[in-house]
């Protein structure tokens, strides 16, 4: 199974939160003496791990006051970071973002701090201390602390103390099984290495994952079982009634396993045997190699593996969904997803056992139009909204690939998915190499080689309109029922990691074959969209590009995009690993529509100062090449014509698509 990796989200944005005792290195006094006697005035530290079960290396770190000041720092191969208080004033909050976008968006928070110490204060910033975060707001979105004035009421000693009570009482048995005493420990300030023991493999045990509320929020979650009862909801009203089920297996288990398939990948055969069950079956392929090519490219270094959720074998065995993190030659990362098996000699990786080559994972979406009159609340365009929902990837079958060569559309029905949705070819010439979603709803199996022009596998299931509109957005009734639900389901309902059934059909519409396909990532709603930092388009592109009178509404070869990632000030929003521009011309009373798409590829290099640009190209594939045999740009701006622009993030494994239209 592959990460979908096209920045399209996640969700979200996670934070966490530290309390500063003066055991933790907040007391002592305002100086030092020297040996020669002396004084001189103490540097005040702050200071953690950064990590999720793994350390997060490289991570950006950005530390602001209660003021609105803020430093930054970038975390080291093992997660630590460090920054000088000098000049600010507490509570503070910080926030650590991961340049590769696996590890999703995290923070912390001191309460209370002695800033002419000399000794450092500790502040760790994982998953645990986002849970804290997000037990100190009350609707259980710690970006809101990313406001100085909410961080300077929320944030207490009293509210953090008791965030970190809760948390451990959640916690409880997980701490115990890791020998640790839940009525003394502190994920925020007790320091720790990010080794997959101890504290961190607590953190290998738990995620944070989306609560589905009104604006945003969070829920903790155990790896065992990502649906118990057990699950607590995170806001400042939270009570931990039960501890979350202890997970049967972390990602420290899997290192030995890892570690035998690296050696593997680069041609050690005899490790092959040791980390690759003799079964192993991934979306349809009886080799890794052939299933994870990624991996398998030279130079390629797998990272710590996590386990998402313990998995019960359809043959009684204990298994795993995971992720294996990469980094490549150049420097680029990724992660893939596989299942593990425990045997009698140990854990195996044995694939997902699908018959067919089918990927499904959440997404996530923001919405908006320019052109969007907020004072009477009217769309020229479209309604500034967030969706969400499950893309569905399915190559056209070819010989040599799992898919059935004479495959002319796939049904796919489970939880979320009311009746079922059918999937077709794309036109012939779009240049894409996957099904789409069916053009209109279809009632039955579509038969006669049915072909879609919208190249579109995104099947939304939750739709809100963004904060300050109170127009609703409703589908057109043509997209109903194929890329839309008939009306917005509760996302609550809906199992995570479920798992749907995917048939396939041959032109007359009989089915010529089925398989299971479990999503590998969280689900979202799109109030989850609340929850994430998103990154906003500066007013020179909006003005110049996306507006009918603008400097560049004439036909365009090339644009430069801008954007910032300053959230309330603050750098914390997500980098961008890609950007796609695209422009649509369809005539008064024509049926053809002249589309150009323009791709840039990143991820942006982190700046300070949270302002981005790219240039974009008219042309231009994902994969960087120039499609154009001829000169050919983007539409200029006159009646029938749509321009789009796209920005695509990860937030943790969700792909998060930052999308604005204009339409004249």
Not at 106 to 128: C, D, E, G, K
Not at 235 to 259: E, H, R
Not at 396 to 417: E, K, Q, R, Y
Not at 549 to 576: D, E, K
């Amino acid at each position: 199974m592959k990460s979908t990796n096209k920045q399209v989200a996640k969700a979200t944005f996670y934070t966490s939160v530290a309390v500063l005792l003066a055991a933790c290195g907040g007391g002592g006094g305002g100086s030092s003496t020297t040996s020669s006697g002396s004084t001189s005035q103490a540097t005040p530290t702050l200071s953690g791990t950064v990590a999720t079960g793994a350390p997060v290396s490289g991570a950006n770190v950005t530390v602001t006051d209660s003021t609105g000041k803020s430093v930054t720092a970038t975390a080291d191969a093992k997660g630590n970071y460090q920054v000088s208080l000098t000049g600010l004033t507490a509570p503070f909050a910080v926030f650590a973002t991961d340049p590769a976008g696996i590890a999703p968006p995290l923070a912390s928070v001191v309460a209370s701090a002695l800033t002419n110490s000399s000794a450092p204060v500790i502040a760790n910033v994982t998953t645990l201390t986002t849970a804290a975060a997000a037990l100190v707001t009350s609707g259980g979105n710690p970006l809101d602390l990313t406001d100085n004035k909410n961080l300077s009421s929320l944030v207490t000693l009293t509210s953090v103390s008791n965030a970190v009570k809760t948390l451990n009482s959640a916690t409880s048995n997980i701490l115990s099984a890791n020998n640790i005493d839940a009525k003394s420990f502190d994920p925020i300030a007790t320091p720790f290495n990010a080794n997959q023991t101890g504290a961190d493999a607590v953190l290998d045990a738990v995620q944070v994952v989306p609560a589905h509320g009104l604006s945003g929020g969070f829920q903790l979650i155990s790896i065992a079982d990502a649906n118990s009862s057990a699950n607590l909801t995170l806001n400042s009203s939270a009570k931990a009634s039960t501890p979350l089920p202890v997970p049967p297996v972390t990602g420290g288990a899997l290192g030995t396993t890892v570690s035998a398939l690296a050696q593997c990948l680069v041609g050690n055969s005899a490790s092959c045997s040791q980390a690759i069950d003799a079964k192993y079956k991934e979306n349809g392929f009886g080799s890794f190699v052939q299933a994870h090519p990624a991996l398998a490219a030279s130079g390629v270094k797998l990272g710590t593996p996590q386990v998402l959720e313990a998995i019960h074998g359809t043959d009684g065995s204990q298994q795993a969904l995971i992720t294996l993190p990469y980094t490549t030659s150049g420097g680029a990362s990724g992660t893939e997803y596989t299942v593990a098996k425990l045997t009698s000699s140990g854990w195996n990786i044995i694939g997902n056992q699908q018959q067919y080559n089918v990927t499904i994972q959440s997404f996530i979406q923001r919405r908006q139009s320019p052109n969007f009159d907020y004072k009477n609340q009217t769309p020229v365009y479209a309604t500034p909204r967030y969706e969400s929902g499950i893309s569905i990837t399915i190559p056209l079958g070819a010989a040599g690939t799992p898919n059935p060569a004479n495959f002319a559309s796939a049904s796919v029905t489970g939880p979320g998915i009311i009746g079922a949705l059918y999937l077709v070819p794309p036109t012939l010439g779009s240049g894409k190499n996957t099904m789409s979603l069916a053009q209109a709803p279809q009632t039955t199996v579509p038969t006669g080689n049915l072909t879609s022009a919208t190249q579109n596998q995104g099947y939304r299931w939750s739709w809100q309109s963004l904060p300050g509109v109170t127009a609703t957005f409703q589908p057109s009734p043509s997209n109903m029922g194929s890329k839309y639900a008939a009306q917005p389901i509760d996302v609550s309902t809906v199992p995570q990691y479920a798992t749907y059934t995917v048939t396939f059909y041959d032109a007359s519409g009989s089915q010529i074959g089925q398989t299971s396909v479990m999503n590998t990532t969280p689900n979202y709603a799109a109030s989850d969209g609340a929850s994430i930092a998103w990154q906003n388009l500066s007013n020179d592109t909006l003005n110049a590009f996306l507006s009918a009178n603008g400097s560049q509404s004439g036909a365009q070869a090339s644009v430069t995009l801008a954007w910032s990632n300053l959230i309330n000030g603050q750098n914390v929003a997500p980098l961008v690993t890609q950007a796609e521009l695209t422009s649509q011309y369809l005539p008064s009373g024509s049926y053809t529509a002249s589309n150009t798409v323009g791709y840039w590829n990143g991820p942006a290099t982190y700046a300070t100062s949270g302002q981005y640009s790219a240039q974009v190209t008219a042309g231009v594939d994902q994969t960087g090449t120039q499609q154009c045999t001829s000169a050919c740009s983007f539409s200029a701006l006159q009646p029938g014509t749509s321009r789009n622009v796209d920005l695509y993030s990860n937030v943790g494994l969700i792909s998060a698509d930052n999308h604005w239209d204009f339409s004249e």
